[in-house]
């Protein structure tokens, strides 16, 4: 048995409900105070920069560790140029985001659905950008190491959590 559509109901337009779902209230800084209240630092958020930063940093001991460490008989330079370029693809992509995000902020009448979708688009970018740059690394040089590449991209993606422990 198919149930009968209920006539008692009223349909809505497409153009109403997507009235009703663009309003959005900003707070006052007495409804902001009064909702936070002293754990202000439970809604803060991580700055894009700082993971850059962090990143930067990060890259930066990785190369130093490797060109310290790695076996002068097997190329100290083959080392730390693979370390840079696990760093380059850890970073860069996330310099990009960045950058499609503060672009979205500067936008003329900013709305919610508008940052999501230069989240969104931030987010398609990075994944792109990496499988990009992992592709074009690993074709353009032949004799790269791929323990100094790796181990400073995933210190890089690490930086994530460095950046969340720091706010």
């Known amino acids: 048995m198919i149930p009968k559509k209920d006539q008692s109901m009223q349909s809505r337009s497409w153009d109403e409900d997507d009235q009703e779902v663009d309003v959005y209230r900003t707070l006052s800084r007495d409804e902001a105070k009064a909702l936070f209240g002293n754990n202000k630092k439970a809604f803060a958020t991580i700055s894009p920069w700082l993971v850059v930063r962090i990143q930067l940093l990060m890259t930066g001991v990785c190369v130093l560790f490797w060109s310290i460490f790695a076996d002068p008989m097997e190329g100290r ?84 959590w460095l950046a969340w422990v720091l706010r």
């Open 77 to 160: 330079t083959l080392y730390t140029y693979s370390a840079f370029w696990g760093g380059f693809i850890g970073f860069f992509p996330v310099l990009v985001f960045a950058l499609r995000v503060r672009m979205s902020r500067s936008m003329k009448n900013p709305s919610p659905g508008r940052m999501l979708s230069a989240i969104v688009s931030g987010e398609l970018m990075k994944i792109a950008l990496t499988v990009g740059l992992f592709l074009g690394v690993a074709f353009a040089i032949p004799n790269l190491q791929w323990l100094p590449l790796l181990v400073t991209y995933v210190l890089t993606l690490m930086s994530y």
